[in-house]
């Protein structure tokens, strides 16, 4: 993680546990500062962007958007984007995107 990250480290922690436990065929590839899951398929990465805001991009193909998963604007596979800023914000919703991510990464 970057360094000065510290404040949301509690629920990039978590995210990660969660992605993690989707299943036995989650891997996991740390890169410079976050990390990718995939299960065949990369469905997922997380990452610090600054000490208060942690970035989930999500690989949603027809997901409609809301004012909390917006578009990815960036190309790389990724179509939808969140942001956190504390642990509390990870709810029921924001699993059940990272379920459907997972689901839709089966090989």
Do not use: C, K, N
Request: aromatic content about 4%; cysteine-free.
């Amino acid at each position: 993680m970057l360094r000065g990250t510290e404040p949301i480290h509690p629920a990039y922690l978590r995210l990660s546990s969660l992605l993690e436990e989707l299943g036995d065929d989650v891997t996991v590839d740390q890169t410079g500062i976050g990390a990718q899951f995939s299960r065949g398929a990369r469905f997922a990465v997380l990452e610090p962007v600054s000490p208060t805001r942690l970035d989930l991009a999500l690989v949603l193909p027809g997901a409609s958007p809301t004012e909390r998963l917006r578009p990815a604007e960036d190309a790389g596979g990724v179509t939808h984007r969140v942001s956190l800023a504390h642990e509390d914000e990870i709810d029921a919703e924001l699993t059940g995107w990272l379920r459907d991510a997972y689901d839709g990464a089966a090989t």
